[in-house]
């Protein structure tokens, strides 16, 4: 998957762009880590339980000059993308996705496009 301009999970209905406010050290607040290629990553756990046990986990990558994203849901090894939004089993991954949404949100990394 290809970093575009706008972009969501698999199976998510709402679409996210950059936000407008997006800074390189809010990144590094948040968590993300700066790739070989100077790209920012972000991996977060799904499970509510724990955030070291993770079945599903939201990933998210900003280019280093912070015009483009990707961003999805994949298996706890993160080779394999899923759409955690068509089963009831997987509500608790649903709702710890859009919590670490609207902190990115509110933090102006991603916005509603």
């Known amino acids: 998957m290809a970093l ?3 972009g969501s999970a698999l199976g998510d209905p709402k679409t996210y762009k950059i936000g407008a406010g997006i800074k390189r050290y809010t990144l590094m607040d948040l968590g993300f880590v700066q790739t070989k290629n100077g790209n920012f990553q972000l991996e977060r756990s799904l499970d509510p339980n724990s955030p070291f046990t993770a079945a599903n986990k939201l ?3 900003v280019k280093k000059d912070l015009t483009a994203f ?3 849901v994949t298996t706890g090894n993160g080779l394999k993308a899923l759409n955690i ?4 089993r997987t509500a608790d991954n649903v709702e710890q996705y859009h919590y670490l949404i ?3 949100i509110e933090r102006d990394v991603l916005e509603e496009a």
């Open 4 to 6: 575009a301009s706008t």
């Open 59 to 61: 990933k998210v990558t």
């Open 70 to 72: 990707q961003m999805g």
């Open 85 to 88: 939004f068509k089963d009831d």
């Open 102 to 104: 609207e902190n990115l």
